[in-house]
C-alpha cells in the first residue's frame, strides 16, 4: 500500500473516531460534523476547552470524551476560516487553514505581524511533507527530526495557497511532538498555518493566560496547560529552523530549543554541510542567498 493510501486510512479513522467525516479528498475545508459538540466554558470573545494533561500524550477512556470534543470542535473552527489557539511540543501558537486566504490575513492582522514574514505549514504525517514540498533529503533524515521541535525549510509545491508566503519559494514545515497536534492535523485534512501565539515582538506564550489580550480576537483556545518550565529564557525559543533546500548543506535559520541535538543528526548521520555564515534570528537572507525566517 502507498504512502498516501496508508496516510488516508489513518485519517479516516482518526475522523471516525470523533463523529467526523472526511469529505472529498484534498479539500482544505473537508469534512462536516455529525455530532453536535457539547457547550464549554465561555472566555472573553471565545470559547476554550481544556485538554486532559497536557495534551501532549493522547488521552485514555473515561477522558478520551473530551479530547474528541476539543479535536471536534477544533476541526470545525478551522474549516469555517477560524483562527485557533492551540499547544504544541515548544509554545502555544496560532492555527487556521493554510489554504484559506481570508483566514491568513486575520493572523497577520491579529499578531500586528509584517506580511514580509513567513507563516510555518503545521501537518499530522511526514508522508504528508512529499505532498506539499519538494523534498531533497532522505526519508531518514525527516523521520530523525519529524514529529519534533525542528521546522525544516524545503522548496515549496504547487498544492500550497499562492497567498501563503507569496514572497519565498519556500516553506517551514512542523509535526509538533505533541498528539493533540498531529490528531488536529491529520482529521483536518489540509495544510495549517502555524505561527506563535503572541503579538509580534512580544514573548511567546507557554500558557494561555500570556497570549489573554489576542482571546477576544480567536474563536477557539485549546488549553493543553503550562509547556515547559516558565522560569526558564530556554523555553521560550521556540523550534529550531532549519533550511535543507540546498542539496547536501543546511543552514540555521534560528537556534531554537534543539540545535545541538538537530546538528549531530544532520552532520553525523546523514553527512550534510553546515552552509557558512549561517542565518540567524529574522534577518531573512543567509549564506544559501533563499534563508527565510519562519518565527515558530
Not at 35 to 48: D, F, K, V
Not at 156 to 169: A, H, I
Not at 173 to 193: C, E, N, S
Request: charged letters at 20%; hydrophobic letters at 40%; one cysteine or more.
Amino acid at each position: 500500500m502507498s504512502p498516501a493510501h496508508r496516510c488516508r486510512g489513518l485519517r479516516a479513522a482518526v475522523a471516525a473516531s470523533v463523529g467526523l467525516s472526511e469529505g472529498p479528498a484534498g479539500s482544505a475545508r473537508r469534512g462536516r460534523l455529525l455530532h453536535p459538540s457539547r457547550a464549554a466554558p465561555a472566555a472573553p470573545g471565545a470559547r476554550l476547552l481544556r485538554l486532559p494533561g497536557s495534551g501532549a500524550v493522547r488521552a485514555a477512556s473515561p477522558e478520551r470524551a473530551v479530547w474528541t470534543e476539543a479535536l471536534r470542535a477544533a476541526v470545525a473552527e478551522l474549516r469555517t476560516g477560524a483562527v485557533v489557539a492551540v499547544p504544541t511540543d515548544t509554545l502555544y501558537g496560532l492555527a487556521c487553514s493554510a489554504s484559506c486566504s481570508a483566514a491568513l490575513g486575520t493572523v497577520y492582522r491579529l499578531k500586528g505581524r509584517s506580511e514580509a514574514k513567513p507563516l510555518a505549514v503545521c501537518l499530522g504525517r511526514v508522508a504528508d511533507v512529499y505532498r506539499y514540498c519538494h523534498v531533497r533529503v532522505p526519508e531518514g533524515l525527516l523521520k530523525d527530526l519529524l514529529p519534533g521541535p525542528v521546522t525544516l525549510v524545503m522548496e515549496r509545491s504547487e498544492e500550497l495557497n499562492k497567498d501563503l508566503n507569496p514572497f519565498t519559494p519556500l516553506v517551514g514545515i512542523r509535526i509538533p511532538d505533541h498528539a493533540f497536534m498531529q490528531d488536529l492535523a491529520q482529521v483536518f485534512g489540509g495544510p495549517l498555518a502555524l505561527t506563535s501565539a503572541n503579538l509580534s515582538s512580544q514573548a511567546s506564550s507557554l500558557n494561555i493566560q500570556e497570549f489573554q489580550d489576542l482571546w477576544p480576537q480567536l474563536s477557539l483556545v485549546i488549553d493543553g496547560g503550562p509547556i515547559g518550565d516558565g522560569q526558564s529564557p530556554e523555553c521560550r525559543l521556540g523550534s529550531t529552523v532549519v533550511d535543507l533546500s540546498v542539496p547536501g548543506k543546511f543552514g540555521i535559520i534560528r537556534p531554537g530549543c534543539a540545535l545541538e541535538g538537530t546538528a549531530a543528526i544532520l552532520q553525523q548521520k546523514y553527512g550534510l554541510l553546515p552552509s557558512h555564515g549561517p542565518c540567524l534570528g529574522n534577518s531573512g537572507e543567509g549564506s544559501t542567498g533563499r534563508c527565510v525566517s519562519v518565527c515558530w
